[in-house]
């Protein structure tokens, strides 16, 4: 048995009156890379953020490496990985500076993989953080949060701002975190082709309930959208439904099965999937 | 290990807190002060050094504030083992520092009324530190926080000694029961927003909002300073107008004489260093302004700019012709015309040249350290007339020449100003 | 043979049955031979961008049907002897034909037609 890495039990939060997180429960082992996927404002970051011991949950528990995320001891701080959407906090420094100090926090800073990412993401170690382009600021964030490989990796957008050459060999090297140091990492876009080649898990969230949660090769088999003419003559009780529309619904748990009353299954890729539950 | 051990206090130091425009903006004028206030001891020129004295305290704890904000707008900071720890550190070893300079010279050079006047400033330094470290709506209200300073040092030339030990022992208490004040340093959302609109007005003190929809003839008048401004521009002119009545106020109901224009003058020269910084930190924003078709040419908005400077530096003049005859008459009971217009000269004049080197400076890091140094040299010029118990015809001359030479630097530096085109 | 093989990682199909599919058919068709030897799951992820786990998924599911061979310390070969492969190179047809049928029937086409329709593509 694997212990989790992430986990959130019936987690709660509000926010000025405004149910943020719902209900959300969330396992994240070892191995696994999750993509969360779902508008801006249905409250990944708050999410994320929850973790991390930004944000206290109103109910519910959060357990970041076994702990609670508010008091996470030197040793577990320096197993977690963060990258925010907004990349802040070495404003006045060189890269080569910032890249000195934040690495003296981490006794298992690995230097040849600071020199490699500086090259491929071709930032200067000279240039001021204040003067980099949002790319490669991230991209600077992306190295500081993991150069020690962390054990849990949180990516608020990680990629959005990157190129697509960049963007795919970044992420190679979550592969290898992920599969090679055992991580796990969680990372949150409304990109669905990112989601598609690196995630192995998928979560769909939508005003903050997780709608979906599951493995990205199992959903792809086991979601699907049928249309029918007429409603009253489909029996869809064998399977969650998570959308309806008119003559059509998005189900879950499809197992290439007849369904009577049915004109037509199709399956769906991941953004088709997020478009019509927004439907 | 290995990494961890190599960490030095000063790792980054540099970086952080010297390169950092805003922190800078503190930590210039504080070494500068810590200097003077020494040289001022040194030679026993005890009028100029409760001002000198508070300066340097306040900008050691206004810097320290400064970062607290940075630090909350920081989203990963708790998540770095030690990174908190190393920059509260360095933090206050910015704070310890000045203090112990001071202190040491005050000893030494037998100036034991500095102690009881640091014991004050130390504590409101303190008090205002300690709640920045948990919010960071407090930092917007700093510019208040100067004027009560400065203001102190004219009110109470000596502190009571029960007062100094009062504070002491506020003070010890304050440190010691710090974590009342709530979690420091934790993350908010509020942060980041809070430390870039400082950044952006310069630290203006007065509530957004205020004086809403008033100022259209105001900004009309000031175009197109008032369009690097913003709404700032009528908050810090209606400031100008409020010092203006406080100080005459306080002339009225107690004698504060000359020093009073000395620091209308300190006022003045500051509400200019804050109208550039505005203006540097939105130069970009010259794009927009030259298509508006009032403009045929960059040259001719750049000049306009001037003359905007100009009828600023002209309510100034205004201010300062009224207060020096006003604070003159209420202290001899008859006019002291060449006092009023060589103040009121040098004054205005001083302003210009504010805006003048602000011209030439593209970048705040650089803007800051030239500033200081032009403020230095045209306080000395104006503490020189303030100190002048009779000006002489010659002085007047001397002052007029001052002020056109001031007139033509800032309509000829206006060319050299940075636009993004 | 990754030339070959095209994964796209935003069609409906997980990236798993993609590759398990071409290379069945790659097979099927001859374009790689028997005892030919596979990329490494490292590479054949490398050179798609997905997720290695994918890849091997993939060729688990081959090994276990016998498509590939996989011994100890070696790479991963074609396999010398193939499961029935007539028989499942005309299933490969099925999803396309299923496609086919569905158009079809919303077009109205009947059976007969289709195949008619066949045929004479067929020729040319």
């Known amino acids: 048995m694997t212990t989790a890495l992430l986990e959130y039990k019936n987690v709660h939060k509000i926010f000025n009156q405004n149910m943020v997180l719902k209900n959300i429960d969330l396992t994240i082992e070892p191995g696994m890379v999750v993509g969360l996927l779902g508008k801006n404002g249905a409250g990944k970051t708050t999410l994320l953020r929850s973790a991390l011991g930004l944000i206290e949950v109103d109910t519910g528990e959060v357990f970041t490496l076994g702990e609670n995320p508010t008091q996470l001891n030197t040793e577990l701080k320096s197993q977690v990985g963060y990258v925010p959407q907004q990349a802040f906090g070495y404003e006045g420094f060189s890269i080569r500076e910032a890249l000195d100090l934040h690495s003296s926090f981490y006794s298992e800073w690995d230097n040849t993989l600071e020199l490699d990412w500086l090259k491929r993401f071709e930032l200067n170690p000279d240039d001021m953080v204040e003067n980099l382009s949002i790319g490669q600021r991230q991209a600077l964030a992306l190295i500081m949060a993991m150069a020690y490989r962390p054990k849990l990796l949180i990516l608020d957008e990680p990629v959005a701002s990157l190129d697509p050459i960049a963007r795919r060999e970044f992420m190679l090297d979550l592969f290898d975190l992920s599969l090679e140091s055992g991580s796990g990492v969680i990372f949150s876009t409304h990109i669905t082709s990112d989601i598609e080649r690196v995630a192995t898990h998928v979560a769909l969230v939508k005003d903050g309930e997780i709608k979906l949660f599951n493995e990205l090769d199992e959903l792809k088999t086991s979601v699907r959208k049928v249309s029918f003419s007429n409603e009253t003559a489909v029996n869809l009780s064998d399977f969650d439904i998570l959308n309806t529309q008119n003559n059509a619904a998005i189900i879950s748990g499809y197992k290439q099965q007849d369904i009577a009353g049915v004109n037509h299954v199709s399956s769906l890729s991941l953004e088709q999937l997020f478009v019509e539950l927004h439907a | 290990m290995s990494n961890t051990l190599n960490r030095t206090w000063h790792k980054g130091f540099y970086a952080y807190w010297f390169k950092e425009c805003g922190s800078l903006n503190y930590l210039l004028p504080m070494f500068i002060f810590v200097i003077i206030s020494v040289l001022v001891m040194a030679k026993g020129v005890t009028e100029a050094l409760p001002f000198t004295i508070c300066f340097t305290s306040i900008c050691a704890f206004a810097s320290v504030s400064w970062q607290s904000i940075r630090l909350q707008a920081t989203e990963w900071h708790s998540l770095v083992p030690g990174y908190t720890e190393h920059i509260v550190k360095q933090g206050n070893i910015i704070i310890v520092a000045p203090h112990v300079i001071l202190i040491t010279s005050a000893i030494i050079f037998e100036q034991y009324d500095v102690l009881k006047l640091l014991s004050v400033s130390v504590l409101i330094g303190t008090l205002f530190y300690l709640k920045c470290r948990v919010t960071s709506k407090m930092f917007n209200s700093s510019a208040y926080f100067f004027f009560a300073i400065i203001g102190f040092t004219i009110v109470f030339k000596e502190v009571p000694t029960w007062l100094a030990a009062l504070a002491v022992i506020l003070n010890i208490s304050l440190v010691l029961f710090r974590k009342h004040f709530g979690t420091a340093f934790k993350w908010q959302a509020q942060a980041l927003v809070d430390y870039k609109h400082a950044l952006q ?27 690097f401004m913003g709404r700032s521009l009528i908050q810090y002119t209606v400031l100008v107008l409020i010092i203006f009545v406080a100080l005459l106020t306080l002339n009225y109901f107690y ?34 302004l030259i298509t508006l078709p009032i403009y045929s040419s960059v040259n001719e908005a750049k000049t306009a700019y001037a003359k905007a400077c100009e009828k600023y530096a002209l309510c100034i003049l205004a201010c300062s012709l009224s207060l020096a005859g006003t604070i003159e008459f209420l202290r001899f009971d008859e006019p002291n015309f060449r006092l009023t217009a060589a103040y009121a000269l040098v004054n205005t004049a001083g302003v210009l040249l504010c805006f003048s080197v602000g011209n030439y400076c593209k970048k705040t890091a650089f803007f800051s350290i030239a500033l200081v140094f032009t403020l230095g040299f045209v306080l000395a010029i104006t503490g020189v007339v303030v100190e002048t118990e009779e000006v002489s015809t010659g002085s007047l001359g001397l002052a007029c020449c001052y002020f056109i030479v001031a007139c033509f630097a800032n309509r000829n530096s206006s060319k050299q100003l940075y636009t993004n085109l | 043979m990754l030339e070959f093989i095209n994964v796209n990682p935003s069609s409906g199909d997980p990236i798993y049955k993609q590759l398990h599919e071409q290379i069945v058919r790659l097979i099927v068709g001859g374009q790689i031979q028997a005892g030919e030897e596979l990329p490494s799951v490292r590479k054949i992820a490398e050179y798609f961008t997905v997720n290695p786990m994918t890849v091997s998924r993939a060729i688990g599911m081959l090994v276990d049907q016998g498509w590939l061979e996989r011994r100890r310390g070696q790479p991963t070969r074609v396999a010398e002897q193939q499961p029935q492969s007539s028989e499942q190179g005309q299933t490969l047809l099925y999803e396309g034909v299923d496609q086919l049928i569905q158009q079809a029937k919303q077009l109205g086409v009947t059976v007969n037609e289709l195949n008619e329709i066949i045929s004479q593509r067929w020729e040319q």
Do not use: D, E
């Open chain 2, 255 to 288: 004698v504060a004489g000359r020093p009073s224009l000395f620091i209308f003058s300190n006022l003045v020269c500051i509400l200019a260093f804050m109208i550039l910084w505005t203006r540097i930190q939105r130069q970009q924003a010259w794009g927009t």
């Open chain 2, 201 to 227: 007005s310069g630290w203006s003190p007065i509530p957004k909002g205020f004086l809403k929809g008033y100022g259209q003839g105001l900004n009309k008048f000031f175009f197109p300073l008032s369009y």
